[in-house]
C-alpha cells in the first residue's frame, strides 16, 4: 500500500519510502522531565504510537527510540533562561535527579495508561554524557564551535542549508524578541553544545569536559542517541510544531555538520492541544493531566479517541465537553461490539478502507470514521467484530479488552437474566420489564434479540 506522510522538509505529503525494504526507524523527541505531564505534553505520544501500529499492521518491522530529557532543557528553547529542572529543584527542594527519577515514572505511568505499545528504546540524557561530549569534540574538530562566556555554541552560518527544515526565511531575526539570549552569539540562531556551571554556583548536574565543567545543550542529545540507536540517517522523526523552528533545525544541523548526511528522510510534526480555545500550560492553571480527568470519572481512552478524532496535524481544541462527547462515543462502540458475536473461523476482511485511509497520513479521523460505519453496516456481527478488533490494533483504544469486561457482569446478574427468560418465555411482559429495570440499576443493559437476551455493562 502507497503510504503518504506530510514531510516538513520539504513541506509536502511524499510516498513513504523507508531505507530498508521491512524495516523503519523513528525517533520521537520525548519529554523532558521536571513536572507532571499534561494532556498536551501526551498527544504527540498517542499519535506517533499509531503512526507505529499503522506500520506494523503493513508488515513493517519498526524500531522506535525516544529520548528522557533530564538535563539541559531551558526554560527558553534558544538556550535563555534556567534549566528546566534546576528550577524545579529550586521551587520543591527536592534535587534534580530526584525530579527526573520522579517525573519519569509519571511519565512511564501515563503511557501506559494511555495504551501506548511499551516497544520504545528509551535513552536518558544524563546516561549518555559521554556520547554527547565525543560528538560536540567532532563539531569542534571541524570548526563549528565557537565560546562565549556561558558556553560553547554551535555557528549556524557554518550549517550547510541551515533553516531549510522550519522553513526558517530570516533565521537572523528568529531569536531577536526573546529574553536573556547571550549578546555575545554570533548570530541569534546560533545554540549551545556545551553549557558552563556557573562559577559560583554547584550545579546538580554538571560533568567535566574538554571545555570546562558543564552540562550539554539541549539539542545535542536528540543528534546522539538517533544516530547511536538508528545510524547516521534514519527514516522518520517525529515532535511537536514547537519543534520545527529551534529544536529540530539544531539537531538536523549538528548531525549533517558530524556524518555529513541527512539525520533523517520524514519529519513529522503534530499541531498543539488548546484548552478552550486557550493555550494547555501548566502556569496558565489550564495544564490538565490524566490524573485530573480520571478524577472526573473519564477514562484514558476516552482522551485517547478525542485526539484520533482529530487530524495529528490540526489544533485540537480541548473542551469538557468535547471529552464528554468521546467518552459516550466510546462507551457506545464497546456497548455495540459487545452485543456482536465472537468470530467465527474465518474472519471476512472489511478493513480494507480502514487501512487505505490510515495510509493518507496517517488520518485517524478517517479510519475512526470506517470503524463507525463498519459497526452500523449490514454485515454478520462476528465479521465486524473481527474487523473493527482488527482497526483497533492501529487505533489502540484496547476495544478487545473493553468488550471483555463489559461481558463480565456483576454478581447477581446472572440470576435475574435466568428469571427474566423464563418470564419472557411465560411473556409475562410486565415481569420482563421490571427484572430489566433491576438489571439497569446494576449497571446490565439488555438487548433482545431472536436468539435470546444479551446483556452487557460497560466498565471503563
Ligand atoms: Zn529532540
Redesign the pocket.
Known amino acids: 500500500m502507497t503510504i503518504l506522510l506530510y514531510n516538513s522538509l520539504t513541506r509536502k505529503k511524499e510516498e513513504f519510502k523507508p531505507i530498508s525494504k521491512d524495516k523503519v526507524g523513528i525517533y520521537s ?1 520525548g519529554p523532558t522531565v521536571y513536572d507532571n505531564p499534561h494532556l498536551g505534553n501526551m498527544l504527540p505520544y498517542i499519535i506517533w504510537d499509531v503512526l507505529k501500529r499503522y506500520l506494523l499492521s503493513q508488515k513493517y518491522q519498526v524500531e522506535h527510540v525516544m ?1 528522557i530529557t533530564d538535563v539541559g532543557h531551558l526554560t527558553s528553547d534558544a538556550d535563555a533562561g534556567q534549566d528546566k529542572l534546576v528550577k524545579a529543584s529550586q521551587k520543591t527542594g527536592e534535587s534534580a535527579w530526584d525530579l527526573a527519577k520522579k517525573y519519569s515514572a509519571v511519565f512511564f505511568e501515563n503511557m501506559n495508561e494511555l495504551n501506548i505499545l511499551p516497544s520504545i528504546k528509551y535513552l536518558r540524557a544524563t546516561d549518555t554524557i559521554r556520547e554527547q561530549i565525543e560528538f560536540a569534540q567532532v563539531l569542534d574538530k571541524k570548526g563549528y564551535l565557537y565560546r562565549i562566556s556561558d558556553g560553547m555554541y554551535f555557528d549556524t552560518s557554518k550549517a550547510k542549508n541551515y533553516g531549510q527544515l522550519g522553513n526558517l526565511k530570516n533565521v537572523d531575526q528568529r531569536a531577536g524578541s526573546r529574553v536573556d539570549v547571550n549578546p555575545d552569539k554570533k548570530h541569534p540562531s546560533d545554540f549551545a553544545v556545551w553549557k558552563f556551571s556557573p562559577a559560583d554556583e554547584k550545579r546538580d548536574m554538571e560533568w567535566e569536559s574538554p571545555w570546562g565543567k558543564g552540562f550539554p545543550g539541549w539539542h545535542l542529545e ?1 543528534s546522539v542517541m538517533s544516530r547511536m540507536t538508528l545510524g547516521d540517517t534514519f527514516d522518520i522523526h517525529t ?1 511537536g510544531l514547537d ?1 520545527l523552528t529551534v ?1 529540530h533545525p539544531n ?1 538536523m544541523a549538528q548531525s549533517q555538520a558530524v556524518t555529513g548526511k541527512r539525520q533523517a528522510n520524514y519529519w513529522l510534526h503534530n499541531a498543539f492541544m488548546r484548552v478552550d480555545s486557550g493555550k494547555m500550560s501548566k502556569s496558565l492553571g489550564t495544564g490538565i493531566t490524566l490524573q485530573d480527568i480520571k478524577a472526573k470519572g473519564f477514562s484514558p481512552a476516552a482522551f485517547r479517541l478525542l485526539v484520533l478524532q482529530n487530524h495529528y496535524r490540526k489544533t485540537l481544541n480541548f473542551t469538557w465537553e468535547s471529552l464528554e462527547a468521546a467518552q459516550r462515543g466510546l462507551v457506545n462502540i464497546i456497548k455495540e461490539i459487545a452485543f456482536f458475536d465472537k468470530p467465527a473461523l474465518g474472519c471476512p476482511d472489511l478493513e480494507a478502507d480502514f487501512y487505505l485511509q490510515m495510509a493518507d497520513d496517517i488520518n485517524s479521523a478517517k479510519g475512526l470514521a470506517v470503524l463507525q460505519q463498519t459497526i452500523e453496516s449490514e454485515n454478520p456481527t462476528h465479521a465486524k467484530l473481527c474487523a473493527v478488533l482488527k482497526m483497533d490494533e492501529v487505533l489502540g483504544l484496547g476495544l478487545k479488552e473493553l468488550r471483555e469486561r463489559a461481558l463480565n457482569l456483576p454478581p447477581g446478574a446472572q440470576e435475574l437474566l435466568e428469571q427474566r427468560k423464563l418470564v419472557r418465555q411465560a411473556k409475562d411482559w410486565t415481569q420482563s420489564d421490571k427484572l430489566r429495570d433491576k438489571l439497569s440499576e446494576l449497571g446490565v443493559e439488555i438487548r433482545d434479540t431472536e436468539l435470546g437476551q444479551n446483556a452487557v455493562q460497560v466498565k471503563l
Open positions: 523527541c529520548n536528540c515532535g519543534h529544536h539537531e
